[in-house]
């Protein structure tokens, strides 16, 4: 079944604790991507790959790193969560972008806390 | 940073109803454009792209595209119980990206 996977699905840590969220998709998708989304303020990208070893920053990247070093793996990093990174991120992945394309796939999210 | 809007609120609709969304965008050269649903606590799924003026026909789904006045809008026929839902706008323009609107949800009343 073609599926973007996100782990931890809900996740709960304190301010300052380095935290990984991995996302992995199987259709060989040369386009993943991060998004978080909040209340009233919809989904905001925080980074994006075009491909392996290539990554670039969407609108919010700030607190975040990402690496790409395989084509079905795209992690999120978060080095010293803050509150404010409380949000509901997403992971999509697509062939790619263009004109008359760009249908995403999307994770089912991970809800993450940061107390 | 490139803009869409989204600026009405919910949206309630009798059952068999016309819903009728709407999607404004701030860059001209923005060059096509989606709509996701996305249901309560899931994430978006795609429902349709446009990227030629005019409307495009999906089932009960309509988009259309009106570049002039840099605004998307969305029709959804004979509206189903299953139509609530968000419904989020995006625009390409290019280099990769793609934008987000804040969405809005429909309620279809039975």
């Known amino acids: 079944e073609a599926q973007v996977t996100q782990n931890p699905r809900y996740l709960i840590t304190v301010t300052g604790k380095k935290l990984t969220v991995t996302c992995s998709q199987n259709m060989n998708h040369e386009y993943m991507s991060w998004y978080r989304q909040d209340p009233g303020l919809g989904l905001r990208q925080i980074y994006y790959?075009?491909?392996?070893?290539?990554?670039d920053k969407g609108d919010v990247p700030e607190g975040y790193k990402v690496s790409r070093k395989e084509k079905r793996n795209f992690p999120l990093i978060l080095e010293s969560p803050s509150p404010n990174q409380t949000s509901l991120y997403f992971c999509a992945s697509s062939l790619f972008l263009g004109l008359n394309t760009g249908e995403l796939f999307f994770g089912e999210g991970s809800r993450l806390t940061v107390l | 940073q490139k803009e869409v809007e989204q600026n009405s609120g919910p949206l309630s609709v009798p059952e068999g109803a016309i819903a009728s969304l709407n999607c404004t965008y701030s860059?001209?050269?923005?060059?096509?454009f989606f709509w996701y649903r996305q249901y309560s606590g899931k994430s978006p799924e795609l429902i349709m792209f446009i990227y030629s003026n005019g409307d495009k026909e999906d089932g009960r789904f309509t988009a259309q595209l009106n570049k002039a006045s840099q605004y998307v809008s969305l029709l959804i026929r004979d509206s189903q119980p299953s139509d609530s839902a968000t419904y989020l706008c995006?625009?390409?323009?290019?280099?990769?990206?793609?934008?987000f609107g804040k969405g809005n949800q429909v309620v279809v009343i039975p």
């Open positions: 790959s075009m491909n392996v070893e290539v990554t």
């Open positions: 860059d001209r050269g923005s060059q096509s």
């Open positions: 995006a625009a390409y323009y290019g280099n990769n990206r793609l934008a």
